[in-house]
């Protein structure tokens, strides 16, 4: 589901930045709130979100919405 892949993809962000979720909603110039519900998939983040999302991070909304493509083992 999308929601969930946005969630993955918010959570792998701010780790990767070392962010709290207070630092991130800030930058997007959210709440922490809103920012803890769409980590958890409690909501679903609107166009116009995703755009303080992608602006505030200075990141694509291909970063926010792609899953990583699944590894075999047996890739290589």
Do not use: F, H
């Amino acid at each position: 589901m999308l929601e969930e892949t946005l969630a993955r993809n918010l959570i792998k962000i701010r780790n990767k930045n070392n962010w709290t979720q207070e630092t991130v909603a800030e930058l997007c110039d959210l709440s922490v709130r809103y920012w803890g519900k769409m980590e958890r998939c409690q909501t679903t983040a609107t166009l116009s979100t995703l755009n303080k999302i992608t602006t505030g991070l200075n990141i694509s909304a291909a970063e926010l919405l792609n899953e990583a493509p699944a590894k075999n083992d047996g890739d290589v």
